[in-house]
Protein backbone atom coordinates (compact mmCIF):
# COMPACT_ATOMS: atom_id res chain seq x y z
CA UNK A 1 0.00 0.00 0.00
CA UNK A 2 1.60 3.53 -1.00
CA UNK A 3 0.08 6.80 0.72
CA UNK A 4 1.04 10.00 0.84
CA UNK A 5 0.57 12.47 4.00
CA UNK A 6 1.76 15.52 5.63
CA UNK A 7 4.57 15.56 8.42
CA UNK A 8 4.69 16.98 11.99
CA UNK A 9 7.25 17.12 14.64
CA UNK A 10 7.08 13.38 16.02
CA UNK A 11 8.32 12.72 12.63
CA UNK A 12 11.62 14.35 13.10
CA UNK A 13 13.61 11.32 13.89
CA UNK A 14 12.81 9.26 10.83
CA UNK A 15 13.07 12.58 8.45
CA UNK A 16 16.61 13.12 9.87
CA UNK A 17 17.10 9.17 9.37
CA UNK A 18 16.28 9.26 5.63
CA UNK A 19 18.22 12.24 5.15
CA UNK A 20 21.24 10.72 6.91
CA UNK A 21 21.01 7.81 4.80
CA UNK A 22 20.36 9.82 1.41
CA UNK A 23 21.81 13.26 0.75
CA UNK A 24 22.40 14.32 4.11
CA UNK A 25 21.25 17.95 4.03
CA UNK A 26 20.65 18.55 6.97
CA UNK A 27 21.44 18.50 11.02
CA UNK A 28 18.40 17.20 13.10
CA UNK A 29 18.76 21.09 14.28
CA UNK A 30 18.07 22.15 10.70
CA UNK A 31 15.26 19.66 9.92
CA UNK A 32 13.57 20.70 13.75
CA UNK A 33 14.06 24.69 12.52
CA UNK A 34 11.80 23.44 8.95
CA UNK A 35 8.88 21.84 10.72
CA UNK A 36 8.65 24.83 12.95
CA UNK A 37 9.25 27.19 10.03
CA UNK A 38 5.44 29.31 9.20
CA UNK A 39 4.24 28.34 5.52
CA UNK A 40 6.34 24.86 5.45
CA UNK A 41 5.26 21.56 5.10
CA UNK A 42 6.53 18.53 5.55
CA UNK A 43 5.13 15.66 3.54
CA UNK A 44 6.03 12.00 3.21
CA UNK A 45 5.49 8.70 0.91
CA UNK A 46 5.34 5.81 2.70
CA UNK A 47 5.33 1.79 1.15
CA UNK A 48 3.79 -0.50 3.44
CA UNK A 49 3.89 1.46 6.59
CA UNK A 50 7.74 3.04 5.96
CA UNK A 51 8.51 6.01 4.73
CA UNK A 52 10.67 5.68 1.40
CA UNK A 53 10.73 9.56 0.54
CA UNK A 54 10.21 13.07 1.71
CA UNK A 55 9.72 16.41 0.46
CA UNK A 56 9.86 19.62 2.53
CA UNK A 57 7.86 23.11 0.67
CA UNK A 58 7.78 26.59 1.58
CA UNK A 59 5.17 28.21 0.84
CA UNK A 60 5.41 31.78 0.43
CA UNK A 61 2.24 33.88 -0.53
CA UNK A 62 1.62 32.24 -3.99
CA UNK A 63 4.98 30.82 -4.44
CA UNK A 64 6.32 27.23 -3.06
CA UNK A 65 9.92 26.81 -2.85
CA UNK A 66 10.56 23.04 -2.64
CA UNK A 67 13.55 22.98 0.30
CA UNK A 68 14.05 19.20 0.29
CA UNK A 69 12.91 16.29 -2.37
CA UNK A 70 14.91 12.91 -1.83
CA UNK A 71 13.86 9.13 -2.01
CA UNK A 72 15.63 6.41 -0.66
CA UNK A 73 18.21 4.69 -2.69
CA UNK A 74 16.70 1.14 -2.66
CA UNK A 75 13.53 2.33 -4.37
CA UNK A 76 14.62 4.98 -7.05
CA UNK A 77 13.68 4.08 -10.39
CA UNK A 78 10.00 2.86 -9.18
CA UNK A 79 8.01 6.00 -9.84
CA UNK A 80 7.71 6.79 -6.41
CA UNK A 81 9.55 10.18 -6.91
CA UNK A 82 7.20 11.09 -9.80
CA UNK A 83 4.20 9.78 -7.70
CA UNK A 84 5.81 12.21 -4.78
CA UNK A 85 6.05 15.31 -7.12
CA UNK A 86 2.41 14.60 -8.68
CA UNK A 87 1.32 15.23 -5.50
CA UNK A 88 3.10 18.38 -4.78
CA UNK A 89 1.85 19.76 -8.03
CA UNK A 90 -1.33 18.85 -7.17
CA UNK A 91 -1.41 20.13 -3.99
CA UNK A 92 0.14 23.49 -4.72
CA UNK A 93 -2.69 24.07 -7.47
CA UNK A 94 -5.12 23.55 -4.77
CA UNK A 95 -3.70 26.25 -2.82
CA UNK A 96 -3.44 28.67 -5.89
CA UNK A 97 0.20 28.73 -6.04
CA UNK A 98 1.40 30.19 -9.13
CA UNK A 99 5.75 29.44 -9.50
CA UNK A 100 7.51 26.03 -7.93
CA UNK A 101 11.10 27.10 -7.04
CA UNK A 102 13.94 24.50 -6.12
CA UNK A 103 17.71 24.73 -6.28
CA UNK A 104 20.18 21.88 -6.98
CA UNK A 105 23.57 20.55 -7.74
CA UNK A 106 24.93 21.35 -10.72
CA UNK A 107 26.34 18.22 -10.38
CA UNK A 108 23.24 16.08 -10.19
CA UNK A 109 22.71 15.17 -13.31
CA UNK A 110 19.73 12.77 -12.40
CA UNK A 111 17.57 15.10 -10.56
CA UNK A 112 18.43 17.25 -14.13
CA UNK A 113 16.34 15.00 -16.03
CA UNK A 114 13.97 14.20 -12.84
CA UNK A 115 12.97 17.85 -12.67
CA UNK A 116 13.33 18.71 -16.67
CA UNK A 117 10.82 15.73 -17.04
CA UNK A 118 8.09 17.77 -14.92
CA UNK A 119 9.32 20.90 -17.22
CA UNK A 120 11.30 22.80 -14.64
CA UNK A 121 13.71 25.06 -16.28
CA UNK A 122 16.74 27.10 -15.29
CA UNK A 123 17.00 30.21 -14.18
CA UNK A 124 19.95 31.11 -12.63
CA UNK A 125 22.85 29.71 -10.99
CA UNK A 126 24.73 30.28 -7.02
CA UNK A 127 28.12 29.89 -7.38
CA UNK A 128 30.50 27.54 -4.57
CA UNK A 129 26.83 26.92 -3.05
CA UNK A 130 27.26 23.68 -1.51
CA UNK A 131 29.76 22.07 0.56
CA UNK A 132 31.95 20.31 -1.69
CA UNK A 133 31.84 23.38 -3.96
CA UNK A 134 29.50 22.64 -6.61
CA UNK A 135 27.21 25.63 -8.16
CA UNK A 136 23.63 25.74 -7.14
CA UNK A 137 21.06 25.88 -10.69
CA UNK A 138 17.95 27.39 -10.06
CA UNK A 139 15.03 25.87 -11.41
CA UNK A 140 11.42 26.84 -11.51
CA UNK A 141 8.13 26.11 -12.68
CA UNK A 142 5.37 28.03 -13.21
CA UNK A 143 1.73 26.37 -12.75
C1 LIG B 1 15.74 12.57 -8.20
C2 LIG B 1 14.96 11.48 -7.46
C3 LIG B 1 14.03 12.15 -6.43
C4 LIG B 1 14.11 10.69 -8.46
O1 LIG B 1 13.30 9.77 -7.76
P1 LIG B 1 12.83 8.37 -8.42
O2 LIG B 1 11.85 7.73 -7.52
O3 LIG B 1 14.03 7.57 -8.79
O4 LIG B 1 12.14 8.93 -9.76
P2 LIG B 1 11.21 8.14 -10.77
O5 LIG B 1 11.42 6.68 -10.66
O6 LIG B 1 9.82 8.64 -10.61
O7 LIG B 1 11.81 8.63 -12.17
C5 LIG B 1 11.25 9.72 -12.87
C6 LIG B 1 12.15 10.12 -14.01
O8 LIG B 1 13.37 10.68 -13.50
C7 LIG B 1 14.45 10.32 -14.36
N1 LIG B 1 15.39 9.47 -13.64
C8 LIG B 1 15.24 8.98 -12.38
N2 LIG B 1 16.33 8.26 -12.04
C9 LIG B 1 17.16 8.29 -13.09
C10 LIG B 1 18.45 7.72 -13.34
N3 LIG B 1 19.08 6.97 -12.43
N4 LIG B 1 19.03 7.95 -14.55
C11 LIG B 1 18.39 8.70 -15.48
N5 LIG B 1 17.17 9.26 -15.30
C12 LIG B 1 16.57 9.05 -14.12
C13 LIG B 1 13.83 9.57 -15.55
O9 LIG B 1 13.46 10.54 -16.51
C14 LIG B 1 12.60 8.98 -14.90
O10 LIG B 1 11.59 8.70 -15.82
P3 LIG B 1 11.55 7.26 -16.52
O11 LIG B 1 11.62 6.23 -15.43
O12 LIG B 1 10.25 7.29 -17.25
O13 LIG B 1 12.76 7.22 -17.41
C15 LIG B 1 15.91 10.46 -6.76
O14 LIG B 1 16.89 10.05 -7.68
C16 LIG B 1 16.60 11.00 -5.51
O15 LIG B 1 16.06 10.95 -4.42
N6 LIG B 1 17.83 11.52 -5.68
C17 LIG B 1 18.59 12.02 -4.56
C18 LIG B 1 18.02 13.29 -4.01
C19 LIG B 1 18.02 14.39 -5.02
O16 LIG B 1 18.90 14.49 -5.86
N7 LIG B 1 17.00 15.25 -4.90
C20 LIG B 1 16.84 16.36 -5.79
C21 LIG B 1 17.69 17.50 -5.48
S1 LIG B 1 17.34 18.21 -3.92
Redo the contacts with the bound molecule.
Sequence with gaps: MILIKEFDLKELESCFELDSN??S?WTKKQWENEFNKKGVKVVGILVENKMI?IYVVHIITDEAH?N??????R???????????NYLIRHCEKLNIKKLL????EI????D?????FNFSNVGRRKDYYKDGSDAVMKEKYL
Design positions: TILGIYFSIKKFRRNGYGSLLMLEVSNSIAIFYSK
